[in-house]
């Protein structure tokens, strides 16, 4: 509201320059707040691409394909080199080494056998793995990071918070202030109005 009215303000008074300016800033300003936005939701995407859409598992002594939706918990997973874990579960059989930077932001594959614990979205190495599920997807630790961001965006910090309760005060008063200062000094002490509307639009763009 407020660069609004200091854009109007300068192209009344002809002071084109200055509005443009103001117009260019706050564009870009509003720009870069959509791209951060982007970024932050391109990277939640990203994130929920990390495990994979299928799980290959061993149920009734045949192995079967399905989706990720339709694992249980306390089914066995069979993970084949190089693949990627679906779910989070604990190696019941095999050996090998999985890379766990995405979830734990470790720099080296981590040694996994029976008993160890594997997270959805983490890559599998140069052996094959059997791992019981302990956890849905839905209630995996990658799932529970994703829907931490998620939320994490939609909340304002208690710097916006404050910010915004406070401009609910603050962007009246600097209303009220700025046309003040451009009216007050030419109505009553017969001062000139270019020059006391332009400190008024300054006084509302700062």
């Known amino acids: 509201g407020m660069m609004t009215g200091a854009i109007i303000g300068a192209a009344l ?56 939706e339709d694992v249980r918990v306390g089914d066995l997973l069979l993970i084949r080199p190089g693949e990627k874990i679906p779910v989070d579960g604990t190696v019941r059989d095999g050996a090998s080494a999985v890379n766990q930077a995405p979830i734990t932001g470790e720099s080296a594959p981590i040694d996994k056998g029976p008993g160890d614990a594997v997270y959805a979205g983490t890559l599998n190495g140069h052996g094959a793995l059997e791992v019981e599920v302990t956890r849905r997807v839905a209630d995996t630790t990658l799932a529970r990071i994703v829907h931490l961001v998620e939320e994490a965006q939609g909340q304002r910090a208690p710097s916006q918070q404050f910010v915004e309760r406070f401009a609910r005060v603050y962007t009246p008063a600097v209303f009220a202030l700025a046309v003040g200062v451009a009216l007050v000094p030419p109505l009553f002490l017969g001062e000139p109005w270019p020059a006391w509307i332009y400190r008024g639009l300054a006084l509302l763009i700062v």
């Open 13 to 68: 008074i002809g002071q084109w320059e200055e509005g443009a300016s103001v117009a260019f800033l706050y564009a870009v300003s509003n720009w870069l707040e959509g791209h951060t936005m982007d970024r932050a939701r391109r990277s939640i995407r990203a994130l929920m691409d990390l495990a994979p859409r299928e799980a290959r598992l061993r149920r009734d002594g045949d192995e079967h394909v399905v989706p990720v």
